[in-house]
């Protein structure tokens, strides 16, 4: 077997107000989607964090192409391939689009052409500010942002927070086509479970700080039993329906 582009293994995390994370173990194949899905508060962005070394770890290995990331600062670790877009996408309100794709956010020099390679939609607005760009628009630069630096390791955060479902369909296959492309190594957390499920290979459910083994992609999208139960219960995956609300977007006619 290739070595895994990114494995964790027993990774424990959280932050001043006590532990979040109890033992989350994962693999990522270079040019593999891989999926996290659960409930709000299950730990995914917490998981993205302790990855990237924007939170210390407690217990656990994370290892890029088979190397320890521990001793690695956030700087060394994106110089080292990895790129983590966040949840608020990180992007500057008076920076415009091509200030954006020219330097990263620790300096590195990026390549802009790569990155408009992925979003042509880009160059027509190279010249604007992030603060005027439509939601869409503002994640597509965040994306554009985290490839202009060929990354071996993209983490993606909920690309898909505030934006409608047919702009978040037009921007997950771009990360399919990415990762294929350039052997890159993807995990992507995403509340449309559907659409998510669609472009990725395996998937890992996550509940209360702790993640499941991996399930192929098609056989969670056969049977949402499975899904529905992490969203519902606790780590054991089946357990009674307590809050309806935390349902996800499962089905087509539950994202209006
Ligand atoms: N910056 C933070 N400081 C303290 N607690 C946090 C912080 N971010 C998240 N948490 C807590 O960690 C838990 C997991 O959150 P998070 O990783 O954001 O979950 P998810 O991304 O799956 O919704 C939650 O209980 C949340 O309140
Ligand atoms: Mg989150």
Redesign the pocket.
């Known amino acids: 077997m290739t070595t895994s582009a990114l494995s964790v293994d027993g990774l424990a995390a959280?932050?001043?107000?006590g532990p979040?994370l109890h033992g989350v173990s994962l693999y990522v194949a270079p040019g593999e989607v891989v999926a996290m899905l659960?409930?709000?508060?299950?730990?995914?962005?917490?998981?993205l964090?302790a990855i990237s070394g924007l939170i210390r770890m407690t217990e656990g290995q994370v290892r890029l192409a088979g190397s320890d990331l521990a001793p690695l600062s956030p700087s060394a670790r994106a110089r080292a391939g990895i790129a983590h877009v966040p949840?608020d996408r990180g992007l500057f309100r008076g920076m415009t689009v091509a200030e954006h794709l020219r330097l990263g956010p620790r300096k590195e020099k990026l390549d802009a052409d790569a990155a408009y390679e992925y979003f042509p939609a880009l160059r027509a607005i190279s010249g604007r500010m992030a603060g005027v760009l439509s939601g869409g628009e503002q994640q597509m630069l965040a994306m554009a942002r985290a490839l202009a630096r060929k990354p071996s390791v993209l983490l993606l955060?909920?690309l898909s927070l505030g934006l409608a479902p047919l702009v978040v369909e037009r921007l997950l296959p771009v990360v399919r086509t990415y990762a294929t492309e350039h052997k890159c190594a993807v995990l992507l957390?995403e509340q449309h479970v559907h659409l998510a499920l669609g472009i990725a290979d395996r998937a890992y459910l996550?509940a209360s700080?702790v993640s499941s083994s991996s399930y192929d992609a098609h056989v969670l999208r056969n049977d949402m039993t499975l899904v529905q139960a992490s969203y519902l219960g606790g780590p054991e995956w089946a357990s009674e329906f307590e809050d309806e609300s935390k349902l996800p977007f499962i089905g087509e006619e539950a994202q209006e």
């Open positions: 959280g932050y001043d107000n979040v659960g409930p709000n508060g299950a730990g995914k962005s917490t998981t964090r949840e955060d909920e957390v996550m700080g």
